[in-house]
């Protein structure tokens, strides 16, 4: 199973863009890159997902690097409510998620 | 539409007991994946069902099995309750690329 890395915890202002980064080395071609993320005692929620080219919708923009080893999920502007831990995840196309620990983001009013 | 929803939300139960846990994907979702998380960790694939039958499994005991229902809903049944199986229990049903969680169920074994 693919794998990814995460730094663990990241800080931004309010009102200002964050990009929280991913590396996945080993993803194979198949590979979508997904990003979720959790609120405390919450389900993971969905937040965005790509395969090659960059993405946008109304949560948040994801950057893959040419050669897909790593992604940047963008935040455009933070609230406090973006506070969370972010998850990057592939998927083969078969749904077993493997989550890491993820980047605790904490945005600072 | 309702979402994924999962029951009980709270859970105590004793060492060696057994434990049934409830989820109902969304609407029109097949397929029905359970994870657990334990505090301060990602969550852990358990398995996934799909057409009622077992499609994958993570690295868990056979203590956890499941089953899927012709309606898509979906129980996950614990034996032999482990202290170390206190967590999060996560479903997620999924459908085009977009998987969507639950709320989770928090078991909590004494």
């Known amino acids: 199973d693919a794998k990814t890395t995460q730094p663990n915890s990241m800080e931004s202002n309010e009102e200002e863009p964050v990009h929280l980064p991913c590396n996945h080395s080993t993803i194979s071609g198949t590979d979508y890159i997904h990003w979720y993320r959790q609120l405390p005692s919450q389900g993971p929620e969905y937040v965005i997902h790509?395969?090659?080219s960059n993405v946008n919708n109304r949560m948040a923009s994801l950057a893959i690097a040419e050669d897909r080893k790593s992604s940047t999920l963008i935040l455009h502007r933070a609230t406090l409510r973006d506070a969370a831990v972010y998850y990057c995840i592939l998927d083969s196309g078969t749904y077993k998620y493997i989550f890491g620990t993820g980047t605790r983001l904490k945005v600072l009013a | 539409d309702a979402g994924v929803t999962q029951s009980p939300t709270h859970l105590i139960k004793t060492r060696g007991q057994q434990v049934t846990l409830r989820c109902s994907p969304k609407s029109g979702h097949d397929t029905v994946s359970w994870y657990q998380q334990a505090l301060g960790q990602g969550p852990q694939f358990i398995f996934q069902y799909y057409e009622e039958e077992e499609r994958q499994r993570g690295n868990f005991p056979d203590r956890f099995s499941g089953h899927q229902f012709p309606n898509y809903s979906s129980e996950l049944n614990v034996n032999a309750l482990l202290l170390g199986d206190s967590a999060l229990y996560l479903c997620a049903s999924s459908l085009r690329r977009e998987a969507f969680f639950g709320q989770g169920t928090r078991l909590t074994v004494v």
């Open positions: 790509g395969l090659t």
